[in-house]
């Protein structure tokens, strides 16, 4: 893992997920699509990682122990270091409300599990590609996944 | 026949008071035959002689008439009359001569009124020389005549010329006293006509002419009615001289020529036969108009006597049957406290029954005693107008006792004084019955409102418990939306995981596969494909049926949402080698809805489309009904379509006529059922036309502002 620079090679995204399969596999996808990455299991841990290590994307999970993604992208929000990096939430919970609590919490995107893999890498490049223009893209709730593309 | 002058003597001998009384009644005589009849009677009254006989001449003949006589024989008299124009007979010339004569042989041919052969004959005149009118015949007295019947006979003869000459006089008078009767005749109120027999006037009163003479000056209307009247009157008259009746009555009617009104008189008409004029008639009108009309008025008064006499007695008919027909007996009493008036129910109680009950005739004698004894309580109590109590008194027949309430009343005469006693006889064991029954109805009455309270507690009792169970349904109901979405959350997490892993092994993430390796992934990844959209549309089940899926109302237009459809389906359209073809036909305005929801539906009926589509087309079009302001968005496909009778289960939970997912997206048996349920929260429908064998057009229909919710 490498510190915080806006000089590395590869953008950092930090993955907040409790439930480990999940949390490993989207590690596991990101760096095989040539990300580095960090983790953290709660949200306490995501809002320390995130002042320490500054990544330039954070993938959080709503339902987390000991805080939860709302306040934690709250903190993370409020706070001048790091209230610039993208946060996309990422949810199993297609009911109203979620997507609103993301978006007031300060959220940039939002994901409805299950995701995957590649169409999450997709929506973290288009952020990373169009920092901070597209914040309101909110992804669509009740969407049903997209067909996976083939990466050659 | 011897001449002889009887010598005249003097006055004496007879009472002047007798002579003083026969000249005064002369005064006050006006009649001939009076005055010779009283001198007569003075003769023989005093002086001595056997026969008297008193001639005077008639006014018009020449013959002389026997107007009195004394001591003559009534066959004498019926057989006298004198002719004065005879000169030879011997009376004549006594008639002629200055003085009286003494006749004692008259030829047995003359007539003389005296039986005697020998008579003094004396001239009555006024005075010597004057012609006489008449003689004075005695006889019996001898040959000289005494002074008293000279005196007589001179004082008859002036008398006899006094009469004789007003009677003259009279006929000069004739005239006035003529005018007089006129004067008498106009007098008289009514009018009086004396006509001929054709009715021809001859003399009217006033008052007659009045009503048949119209004057020069008249008006036409007086001359017409005048004209009238007298034609009336003939007419009358003429019907009664028909009869030949002395004296008619009938009556007239005739018009007032004045007033114009009519007259009603009665005629009164009677024949006058008169030797010189022929017969006449005098008649004599009574008006009795006012008598017709008093009398209508008394035979109207009469008849309203009457009707009022009916109406009395109908009143009085009536009065007996109201007051038979009142169920309480109805006593009227005298002072002394006997029954003079009672109604049928009364007699029940107080008319002695038929012979040989003797029981029943003790109660009544009872029920009288105590009827009286009440009664007498009534009269002592003079000064109140009611008076209330209560009797006991029996039935006749069956004698059960009965008690009754009293209520007298007194009828007193203009006079004030107690006339009846008006007695009212209610009975009590009805009374006693009906409070008895209601005071149970008053008990059955508290114990149906104890019931109906008991009752309304108990309903109130379960509703409350049925809104606790309500609460708890919903609470229950609320609680079953939660689990479901905790559920679906659940199942995703793991899902994700498959889904993900799989996904990373096919794409070799984790190094390469072999062929069949990566023919039993795509198994796998299918089918948890197919977890996650029964699960999705579970979820959105849950949320419609809790009535918790928001609703995101935004513009867009339909053209555009075709795109994305197509597009998110392109893999599939791709596969099925059908034409999907999307149009939008007219001018459709943008549509402020619920894109997503409206997506969604497109989505599902478009894959719906594909799935059941073996070859041929698909089209989906967009259309605008302006009259309504409702967009349509029809997928039409050339499929295997869907028999009549499953065209409403097909958007039944869970129905899906091809049951097993045959085609690559599969199909959870939910997608209808969600769409038309979303629809429905839209404001809009979802419709199915389709035939077996041909295909089938699913048309959704939109308000195309939907209303907020």
Redesign the interface.
């Known amino acids: 893992m490498s510190g915080p620079s806006k000089t590395r090679a590869q953008p950092l995204v930090l993955v907040v997920e409790d439930?480990q399969?999940?949390r490993e596999?989207?590690v596991?996808?990101l760096q095989?699509s040539g990300y580095d990455v960090a983790e953290a299991d709660n949200g306490v841990e995501a809002v320390e990682k995130t002042r320490q290590l500054l990544p330039d994307i954070v993938l959080m999970d709503l339902?987390l122990p000991l805080m939860d993604g709302w306040e934690a992208t709250r903190q993370l929000k409020n706070d001048e270091r790091t209230r610039h990096i993208p946060i996309v939430a990422l949810t199993?919970?297609?009911?109203?409300g979620h997507a609103e609590g993301a978006r007031e919490a300060g959220c940039d995107a939002f994901v409805t599990?299950?995701?995957?893999?590649?169409a999450l890498v997709t929506e973290i490049k288009r952020l990373l590609d169009a920092p901070r223009a597209n914040a309101e893209n909110v992804k669509?709730p009740?969407q049903?996944?997209?067909?996976?593309k083939?990466?050659s | 026949m011897a001449r002889v002058a009887a010598p005249v003597a003097p006055v004496q001998g007879v009472d002047s008071d007798a002579k003083l009384a026969f000249v005064e009644f002369l005064l006050t005589s006006i009649d001939v035959q009076e005055s010779a009849r009283r001198a007569v009677d003075w003769l023989a009254a005093h002086a001595t002689l056997s026969e008297v006989a008193v001639l005077v001449e008639d006014g018009v003949s020449n013959e002389m008439q026997l107007v009195a006589e004394h001591g003559v024989s009534s066959g004498v008299i019926m057989d006298f009359s004198l002719n004065r124009d005879d000169p030879s007979h011997p009376l004549t010339e006594a008639l002629n001569s200055p003085a009286p004569i003494y006749l004692d042989k008259i030829p047995s041919h003359h007539r003389v009124p005296l039986e005697a052969k020998a008579f003094h004959a004396i001239p009555l005149r006024s005075e010597a020389h004057a012609p006489a009118h008449g003689l004075l015949l005695v006889s019996g007295v001898g040959r000289e005549l005494d002074p008293e019947t000279v005196w007589l006979a001179r004082t008859l003869g002036k008398q006899l010329s006094r009469l004789l000459g007003r009677q003259l006089l009279a006929e000069t008078r004739f005239g006035q006293e003529r005018m007089l009767l006129y004067s008498i005749i106009n007098a008289v109120t009514d009018p009086i006509l004396l006509t001929d027999t054709e009715g021809k006037l001859i003399i009217a009163n006033t008052h007659a002419e009045k009503l048949f003479a119209a004057p020069e000056e008249a008006s036409e209307g007086w001359r017409r009615a005048a004209a009238l009247n007298n034609m009336l009157f003939s007419a009358a008259l003429s019907t009664s001289a028909v009869g030949m009746i002395e004296m008619a009555r009938r009556e007239l009617l005739l018009v007032d020529p004045l007033e114009g009104s009519d007259l009603l008189f009665e005629l009164l008409s009677s024949r006058a036969r008169d030797e010189r004029q022929g017969t006449y008639v005098v008649s004599i009108l009574r008006n009795v108009t006012d008598l017709a009309r008093a009398k209508e008025e008394i035979e109207e008064s009469y008849r309203t006597l009457r009707i009022a006499q009916a109406e009395v007695r109908d009143e009085r008919h009536r009065l007996d049957l109201i007051i038979d027909s009142v169920a309480d007996p109805i006593l009227v009493t005298d002072q002394e406290g006997d029954i003079v008036l009672m109604n049928t129910p009364a007699e029940r109680l107080f008319n002695t029954p038929g012979i040989g009950d003797e029981t029943a005739l003790r109660r009544v004698r009872a029920n009288g005693a105590n009827l009286t004894s009440f009664v007498s309580n009534v009269l002592t109590r003079s000064g109140e107008q009611r008076y209330r109590g209560e009797i006991q008194l029996g039935d006749p027949l069956t004698g059960r006792p009965l008690p009754v309430e009293a209520v007298a009343g007194t009828i007193l005469s203009e006079q004030g004084e107690l006339m009846w006693v008006v007695t009212i006889l209610h009975d009590l064991t009805e009374a006693i019955e009906k409070a008895r029954l209601y005071e149970q109805l008053k008990q059955a009455s508290v114990e149906l409102e104890r019931k109906v309270q008991e009752a309304t507690g108990e309903l109130a009792q379960q509703n409350e418990l049925l809104r606790r169970q309500h609460i708890a349904l919903e609470q229950a109901s609320a609680l079953k939306s939660q689990f479901l979405?905790n559920m679906?959350?659940?199942f995703?997490?793991?899902?994700?995981?498959i889904?993900?892993?799989t996904?990373?092994l096919?794409?070799n993430?984790?190094g390469q596969v072999t062929d069949p390796q990566r023919k039993s992934l795509s198994r796998i990844d299918s089918n948890a494909?197919h977890l996650?959209?029964l699960i999705?549309d579970i979820?959105?089940i849950t949320?419609i049926e809790a009535g918790?899926?928001?609703l995101n109302s935004m513009t867009f237009r339909l053209g555009e949402l075709f795109d994305e459809v197509q597009s998110?389906l392109e893999?599939i359209i791709k596969r099925s080698n059908l034409t999907v073809a999307a149009k939008v036909r007219g001018a459709v305005p943008p549509v402020r809805s619920d894109r997503?929801k409206v997506k969604?539906i497109v989505?599902n009926l478009l894959s719906n489309a594909l799935k059941f589509t073996p070859a041929g087309s698909v089209t989906m079009t967009a259309s605008y009904d302006a009259r309504v302001r409702q967009v349509s968005i029809a997928v039409k496909d050339t499929g295997v379509g869907i028999p009549d009778e499953d065209q409403v289960k097909v958007f039944e939970d869970f129905r899906q006529l091809d049951s097993s997912p045959a085609r690559g997206y599969g199909g959870t048996g939910l997608g209808l059922s969600i769409c038309r349920r979303l629809a429905q929260i839209l404001g809009g429908t979802i419709d199915l036309d389709s035939t077996l064998g041909r295909g089938s057009t699913f048309t959704l229909r939109l308000p195309a502002r939907a209303r907020r919710r």
Not at chain 2, 492 to 497: E, I
């Open positions: 439930y399969d999940a596999m989207y596991a996808y095989f339902a199993g919970h297609a009911l109203a599990k299950p995701c995957l893999p590649d669509d009740a049903v996944p997209r067909p996976t083939k990466r | 979405a679906s959350h659940e995703r997490t793991p899902l994700n995981a889904l993900g892993y996904h990373m096919l794409h993430v984790t494909r996650l959209a999705n979820l959105d949320r918790r899926m928001p998110e893999p997503q969604q989505l």
